[in-house]
C-alpha cells in the first residue's frame, strides 16, 4: 500500500477533525513540507461555520500577526487564486495564473511580488495550495510550506496533495453531516466499487460490459450527487457513508 493510500485510509478512519489533519500534516511532511494550514475561505452556511475556521501548524506568528494586521489577503495572490478557481498550483506559479483570471488583468504585478517575497523573509518561502469548491459554492483551501525555495517542483507530489486534500476536505465536511445520504442507483454504486478497488474507466466499462462514455456519464451523475468533482473524494465519501464497503480502499487516481 502507497503511502497516499495509507494516509486516505487514515483519514476516513479518523475520529476527530484533529486527528484527521494530524495525518495530512505527516503526508505532506514525506515531501518536505513542515507547515500547513487549512482553512474555510468563505462562509459556510451549510455547517454553519465562518469564514477563516480551521486549522493551522507551526506558521511564524510575527508573520500571521503581520498578515492580519495589513488585510495581506487583498494582495496575496496565492490567497486570491485560492478563491478564484479550484484546483491545485505551486505558489511560484500563483502571479502567472491569476494574471490569467479576466478580473485580475491589468493589476500591477509589484503588489504580489512584494507579498510573496515578504513572506519568504518570514521563512514561508515556498509551497503548494489547493482550493476546493463545494456542492453549495462555499470555498475551502489548504495551503503548505516550506522555509526554502525548491526549484524542482514535483508534478506527482502536486497530485498526491490535491488528492488527498480532497479526502481531508470530505472528511472535514462529514464531522458536520446531518442530511440523508444521496440515492445512488445499483449502477453508480457498482462504479464507485470497482473504482475503490483500483479499476479505470475502461477496466470498468470491460467489467460491467458498457462503454467508457457511459461509465463516464454515471461520474458525472456520482460527483453531482456527492458534491465532489474527483473520483478519489467520492469514493471515500461513499465509504464513509456505508453507501459502498470495499475490501480495501485503494488509490483513485484521475485518468
Keep these: ?19 484527521a489533519f494530524g495525518v495530512y500534516c505527516d503526508f505532506v511532511g514525506h515531501y518536505g513540507y513542515d507547515k500547513a494550514v487549512f482553512s474555510l475561505m468563505t462562509d459556510h452556511p ?3 461555520e465562518k469564514a477563516l475556521h480551521g486549522f ?9 500577526k503581520y498578515y492580519r494586521q495589513y488585510d495581506c489577503h487583498e494582495v496575496d495572490p496565492v ?16 502571479i502567472s495564473k491569476l494574471s490569467e483570471t479576466p478580473r485580475f488583468q491589468g493589476r500591477i504585478r509589484g503588489e504580489w511580488q512584494r507579498l510573496l517575497q515578504e513572506a519568504a523573509d518570514a521563512g514561508v518561502s515556498d509551497g503548494i495550495s489547493v482550493s476546493i469548491v463545494n456542492a453549495s459554492g462555499e470555498i475551502a483551501g489548504f495551503g503548505i510550506s516550506r522555509a526554502q525555495p525548491d526549484d ?5 507530489s502536486l497530485a498526491d496533495i490535491f488528492l488527498l486534500s480532497s479526502v481531508f476536505h470530505d472528511k472535514y465536511l462529514g464531522f458536520y ?4 445520504a444521496p440515492h445512488l442507483t445499483e449502477r453508480e454504486r ?11 474507466d475502461w477496466e470498468i466499462s470491460e467489467i460491467i460490459g458498457i462503454s467508457r462514455t457511459t461509465v463516464r456519464f454515471h461520474w458525472n451523475n456520482i460527483f453531482q450527487k456527492m458534491g465532489t468533482n474527483n473520483k478519489m473524494a467520492a469514493t471515500v465519501n461513499a465509504v ?10 485503494q488509490s483513485i487516481m484521475t485518468e
Design 1 to 19: 500500500m502507497t503511502k497516499l493510500q495509507s494516509a486516505a485510509e487514515a483519514i476516513l478512519n479518523a475520529q476527530a477533525q484533529e486527528e
Design 56 to 64: 493551522l501548524t507551526v506558521y511564524p506568528d510575527d508573520w500571521m
Design 79 to 94: 490567497f486570491q487564486l485560492i478563491i478564484s478557481r479550484p484546483g491545485a498550483f505551486f505558489w511560484a506559479q500563483a
Design 152 to 156: 524542482e517542483h514535483n508534478i506527482k
Design 46 to 48: 451549510s455547517i454553519g
Design 177 to 180: 453531516e446531518t442530511g440523508a
Design 240 to 249: 464513509r457513508r456505508k453507501l459502498i464497503i470495499p475490501d480495501t480502499l
Design 190 to 200: 457498482e462504479v464507485l466499487s470497482w473504482s475503490a478497488s483500483g479499476k479505470t
